[in-house]
């Protein structure tokens, strides 16, 4: 990547789902500082328009929204949309930002498609 | 069944009213009236993305809603309207005689009201104007919260 700053991971989510994902990533891996929660509890769109320019800063990034609709999902895109090096991806899970945060060595958009195949093999139903 | 909800939702299309109250009223039917949105096709796009795909969404501008309201309130279907402000509409369609708001958040000079409404005292005014036109106007969020009359948060 030839951005000198460190791809950030940005977890956009209802109630406190982003940052119990956030402090789940840090228990297995140890690594702190790689993802940002942000919530949309008690935002209307300027608001938690705000809250992702604070989480995202300067530098490229990866959105990671909870549900692939609605207003965090809305919020982010638009975000995307006003921002170079910015990638949205659905469905956030805790597979694909175990496999995110050690692989942020590559453009916003690569490292998007990369957890998105790592949180869907996650999704599987398991013999009883 | 037609139109069970006239929803004041600054969200618009999100979680809270397709599965929220899409599920217990078995929606089927989605109308969006902004003209903002209206006017935008990957803003279309990107609500629609948030709602099941056996789920139509309709979106009209406000002059358009005023011409199709009779249609949508005699659809065999079950639907639920949804706008950003109620004023405009029910200028436009008078035969709307009831609103829910079910979230207008923060934004400056807005004050808290309840919970998941912030409103200025002319959005207060604008809101108790419609009751006192006939509309009723509660605000409830969810389906299994009470509703409150707008005297109450007003």
Known sequence: MSDSSPLRGVIVSHAAVAQALVSAVSVITGIDGALTPVSNEGCGTDALAERLNKAVGSGPAVLFVDLPGGSCLTSSVRYAKQHADIAVVTGVNLAMLLDFVFHRDVAPA????????????AIRVTAA | MSLALYRIDDRLIHGQVVVGWGQPLHCTFIVLVDDEVRASDWEQDLYRMGVPPDMEVIFASVAEAARQ??????????????VDTAVALVEHAPQVHTFNVGGVHHRAG????????????????????LAARGVEVTAQDVPTAPAIPVGDFT
């Not at chain 2, 009201?113 to 409103?119: H, I, S």
């Open chain 2, 69 to 82: 309201m009779a249609s949508w309130q005699t659809d065999p279907r079950v639907g639920i309207l949804l």
């Open chain 1, 110 to 121: 690569e490292a998007a498609r990369r957890a998105a195949d790592a949180g869907g093999k």
């Open chain 2, 110 to 129: 807005r004050t808290e009201r309840l919970r998941f409404v912030y409103l200025t005292d002319d959005e207060a005014a604008k809101l108790r104007q």
